[in-house]
């Protein structure tokens, strides 16, 4: 009997039987999962879970992301039907800088606003 | 009221969610996979706290010791745990299982005891009702996905374990010194009708998951933990679950 007051390192033979019987786990698919703090408001993407279906996957996911934090709902996606562009499409994204007309600033919007709230906060 | 035999409830409840707990918790390091290892793990806290808040309830109403002590320095013969949850984890199969049955009717308790006359065990039950009722919602995902979608081998093994496991939870209703006094008083609506809603619940769940229940069940062989009477498995549980708090019980954590 080993002395160690950690239960665990006395159930060290049960974790060396456990141990190399988890082949079953690699044909889990992945999922993607969202977390949402309050109802109404938008639902994050947080992570991902491995499981063999979408309602395991949302029992998984509670425990990995809202154990310690408040939630109103979780959402799980299959990442298989995650639409998404290519990698190499990224460059799309890229935009000229000289253009900046079309930044919000060029309108001088936010002068008008200021000089109407003036206006009517008199 | 008859406060003997609300203390008696409150005492077995207590020690079924302490010594299950405990032993779920033993899953940690060796779940079947690292999420179902947090699970177990963190469901076990929330059993502990539900000990922790019933054992509180004792010592604040009827002056019993307080939570810590009265969880880690009794004798073996004052749990009055059901022989149940003493059982060792087994294979996972066994330990969901149980953790099914066992929080179907601790589901099935709550719910009805949200409606005590007896105000602290009411507040409790509305206050514990959303982690119970996530418990089940694990316990029946699990058992829908190795009995119902599982292979040959995962829905033999769960039928094999509720076989074993059925007549040992038909024990957790084994009743009270006075039962009837709690159900006049509309303290508990007593463990002959929970046995029946529990029935007609499992029943209809395993049914739905391609399940039989085992048609002889005798519950005579587990009778006795809610007087003192455990197996040879209690006593080493409780060897190492007092093990730290027994070396120095006046510590401060």
Redesign the interface.
């Known amino acids: 009997m080993n002395e160690s007051?950690d239960?665990?390192v006395?159930?060290l033979d049960?974790?060396h039987k456990?141990a190399g019987e988890?082949e079953a786990?690699t044909h889990w698919a992945t999922y993607e999962v969202f977390h949402q703090d309050k109802r109404g408001k938008q639902v994050v993407h947080v992570g991902i879970?491995h499981?063999?279906?979408p309602?395991?996957a949302?029992?998984?996911a509670?425990?990995?992301y809202a154990?310690r934090k408040f939630t109103s709902n979780l959402w799980v996606v299959k990442s298989s039907e995650v639409y998404t562009y290519a990698h190499e499409d990224e460059d799309i994204f890229e935009t000229v800088p000289e253009k900046t007309f079309r930044e919000p600033g060029f309108y001088k919007v936010r002068d008008r606003i200021e000089a109407y709230k003036n206006k009517i906060t008199g | 009221m008859n406060k003997e035999a609300i203390k008696e409830l409150i005492y077995k409840m207590a020690d079924d969610a302490m010594i299950i707990g405990h032993r779920n918790s033993?899953w940690?390091?060796?779940g079947?996979?690292l999420?179902e290892d947090?699970?177990f793990s963190?469901m076990s806290q929330d059993k502990i706290g539900h000990a922790w808040a019933l054992y509180d309830v004792l010592h604040e109403q009827f002056g019993e010791k307080d939570a810590d002590k009265n969880a880690f320095s009794r004798s073996e013969k004052e749990y009055k745990n059901c022989q149940f949850v003493e059982m060792p984890i087994g294979e996972y199969e066994f330990s969901l299982v149980r953790h099914y049955l066992f929080d179907k009717a601790e589901w099935l308790r709550y719910e009805s005891l949200q409606h005590s006359s007896y105000l602290p065990l009411a507040q409790l039950a509305k206050k514990m009702r959303g982690e119970i009722k996530?418990h089940v919602?694990?316990a029946e995902?699990?058992m829908?996905?190795l009995a119902l979608?599982g292979n040959e081998e995962s829905k033999s093994r769960i039928q094999s374990a509720l076989n074993e496991s059925y007549p040992m939870a038909l024990a957790i209703f084994e009743e009270g010194a006075d039962e009837s006094a709690l159900i006049n008083d509309g303290v508990f609506i007593g463990e002959q009708a929970l046995l029946a809603l529990w029935k007609a619940e499992v029943s209809a769940f395993c049914a739905r998951i391609g399940l039989s229940l085992p048609e002889k069940a005798d519950a005579s062989n587990y009778l006795g933990g809610r007087k003192g009477y455990h197996t040879e498995h209690l006593a080493p549980l409780l060897a190492?679950m007092c093990?730290?708090y027994l070396l120095d019980p006046s510590a401060e954590w």
Request: aromatic share 6%.
């Open positions: 007051l239960p665990r006395n159930r049960d974790l456990v988890g786990n879970v499981a063999p279906g309602e395991m949302l029992v998984f509670k425990e990995q154990r | 033993e940690t390091g060796i079947p996979v999420e947090i699970a963190s996530y919602m694990h995902t699990w829908n996905q979608h190492e093990e730290v």
